[in-house]
């Protein structure tokens, strides 16, 4: 891969994936696999990245930037978090250590926030990159997944944010509770609606109402798609609940792909809030290389 | 054992114990079994009961009543649910198929709710079983466990019930979820109390919460019995938020042994409600009884 300018890589507790990256910034091959942070030790990490990358270099360093758990304590190495507010990928990499010479890994820090307690590892990534295609947003980022976000954003620095267990939960309740016995793998849009409607207004609703879903299943012969999208709007609708302060009369820009980011999209169009969408992988190829710009910067 | 006079029998999803009963009431043995209902087939009830029971039969037939999963659609026979407002164990019991001509097995029917939808399997015979204990109580009974129960006593009646998936709940984000790197199996009172109030008094702000357990272990150090205790306030905490037209100026009764019971009591304490706390195997003997002797009348 005669071209290859950087690689770029985003490497969570559970996946990681690489992106070829060539000199004009166009992607020119990619690779995953699910040698995720959890699963390796420290002196896992370089086989691991080696293995997807390996077919791309040849015999000179190249620089990759990667971003995610892999910086995590239990990680490659630990990058320690920044401390908001701040701009997003402001802190400089860490460098992690390699045995190959064809390698130079530069890792991303995380975000920390003291008050109350929260942090991010990726996210950031994420939203640097968010905020280098729309310059001077001012407003709310949501950021859909396993612990989802809500970043409120500044002159182009985090000033605060808020993670929720939501779609940890989600995934828990539907495949490993008493719950599981309602679902299917179907969707049920207006389910869903008034499901955000329910626990968005009454939020204390939220502990009884789930129950309810088996105890509808039996009793009512609620359709498995109905329960399943009504899990996911009762949930999705505490979360509204909670982060009203953040998006009520605000910007929003959801980094959300899928099914899931559309659920977000749908559920704050209900409460009059039309939000951008922007891909998360957009986003994260953005953010890495604007840590590797500011990389090359300071060295 | 010659004294034996009937066999109560309290079969859930994961386990099945039953005691050996004397002619003036007296506990003469008892047994117990991870056969759950959820584990067998209907087919395999009469062995799994035979199991515990056959040391302490000879050549009569004895009568067995069995309360709980073992009545659902998925166990040995459906007891179709009784509907509240009803007394909690005045619907007939249901005869289950046996081959032991020693064994007369007969199972208490559970309580349907048809709006908000809901039910229980089990619990109405504590509820009997606790109003044959307190004859008279009119108020709020609280049945802690995996899906707790909070129900509405008047006049020897279930008015209503709402049931709450805390319990799993704590299982599994305390066992499965990111949280449970921050848990270990202590416990901290005040961390209890302070997280209960919190979300008593802000309910919108549990899905933010548990994740800042997970945030307060990784940047404050939290301790892990302080985590543990504050996982199970923020639950109950929401849970009470919920039930507070239940229990706010009422009598409450806490069928709760050990731990569980104690946090529910801790919590309402709080309140300024003294529970009356009632041993669930009491209430559960005391209900199987109270069945038995209306069957008695009946046939």
Known sequence: MSTLDWIAVDWGTTHC??????????????ASSSDGMGGLRPDQFEAALLN????????????????????SRQGWVEAPYA????????????????????????IV??????DPAD??????????????????????????????KWVQISADEVVSFRSF????????????SVLKHSMD???????????????LSRPESLASKLFSIRAETLLKGLPGAAARARLSGLLIGA???ATKPYWLGMPVSILGADALGDAYGAALAAQGIEAKMIAPVDATLAGLSAARMKQKETT
């Open 165 to 176: 267990m939501t779609g940890e939960m989600f995934g828990l309740l539907s495949r490993a």
């Open 52 to 71: 997807l990358v390996e077919p791309w270099l040849d015999v000179t360093t190249v620089d990759v930037v990667a971003c995610g758990m892999v910086g």
């Open 239 to 241: 979360e509204l609940a």
């Open 109 to 114: 820090p995380g975000l920390k926030q003291i």
């Open 83 to 106: 401390q908001v507010p701040c701009a997003p990928a402001d802190t400089e990499t860490v460098l992690a250590p390699t045995k190959d010479v064809r390698l130079r890994v530069q």
């Open 119 to 148: 942090v991010m590892r990726g996210e950031e990534t994420q939203i640097a990159g968010a905020l280098s295609l729309s310059p001077n947003f001012d407003g709310v980022m949501v950021l859909p997944g396993t612990h989802s």
């Open 17 to 30: 994936r690489a992106w070829a990256i060539g000199p004009s910034g166009q992607v020119l091959s990619e």
């Open 185 to 199: 793998d179907g969707w049920d849009g207006a389910a869903f609606s008034e499901a955000v409607e329910e626990t």
